[in-house]
């Protein structure tokens, strides 16, 4: 089979607008209830990586958590649910095993968003999530690198013994 294509996260955009603390509030209360409802994916995911539905579920909560962030200036929290949509598209392509370490690094992705959250209903500054981010990253990279595949030796087929002939005298 051939390999996975790796992962690639798309560039992000570089106007950034300005923090609006009248958008950033009307977010906040979209953005509790769509991590609710990611937490809960996320949960339903861990109990049974098989249901790919739960990764299905994930992915477009982000979007408007992206969106939403963005629009109220809010970058550093929607560069971090960019870079966890990319990489669920990841996951749910096939390019990235679902795997603990996935788990993990969706898991710390998310708790992050929380703190984000709370960080803007407290009014304080935002600090980008840049080592959350090269970890999403590095966990990506990992599991999409080519695994080393065991050698398989053939045994060489004995032949299977045969009764003696029989002397007529």
Do not use: C, Y
Not at 11 to 18: F, K, N, W
Not at 108 to 130: F, K, T
């Amino acid at each position: 089979p051939p390999a996975p294509a790796p992962f690639v996260p798309e560039p992000l955009p570089s106007e950034e607008p300005e923090f609006d603390a009248d958008i950033a509030a009307i977010f906040s209360e979209e953005a509790s209830e769509l991590l609710e409802q990611a937490d809960a994916s996320l949960l339903n995911w861990t109990r049974d990586r098989a249901d790919r539905a739960q990764v299905t579920e994930l992915k477009p909560l982000l979007h408007p958590l992206k969106g939403g962030a963005r629009m109220a200036g809010i970058r550093a929290m929607g560069d971090l649910s960019h870079e966890m949509e990319s990489f669920l598209a990841a996951v749910e392509g096939g390019d990235v095993t679902a795997d603990a370490e996935t788990i993990a690094v969706l898991q710390a992705s998310l708790d992050e968003l929380h703190r984000m959250r709370d960080a803007v209903n407290a009014g304080q500054r935002m600090v980008p999530a840049n080592e959350l981010i090269a970890r999403v990253h590095a966990v990506a990279a990992a599991s999409a690198a080519p695994q080393a595949v065991p050698l398989v030796v053939e045994q060489p087929v004995e032949p299977e013994p045969t009764e003696p002939a029989v002397e007529v005298s």
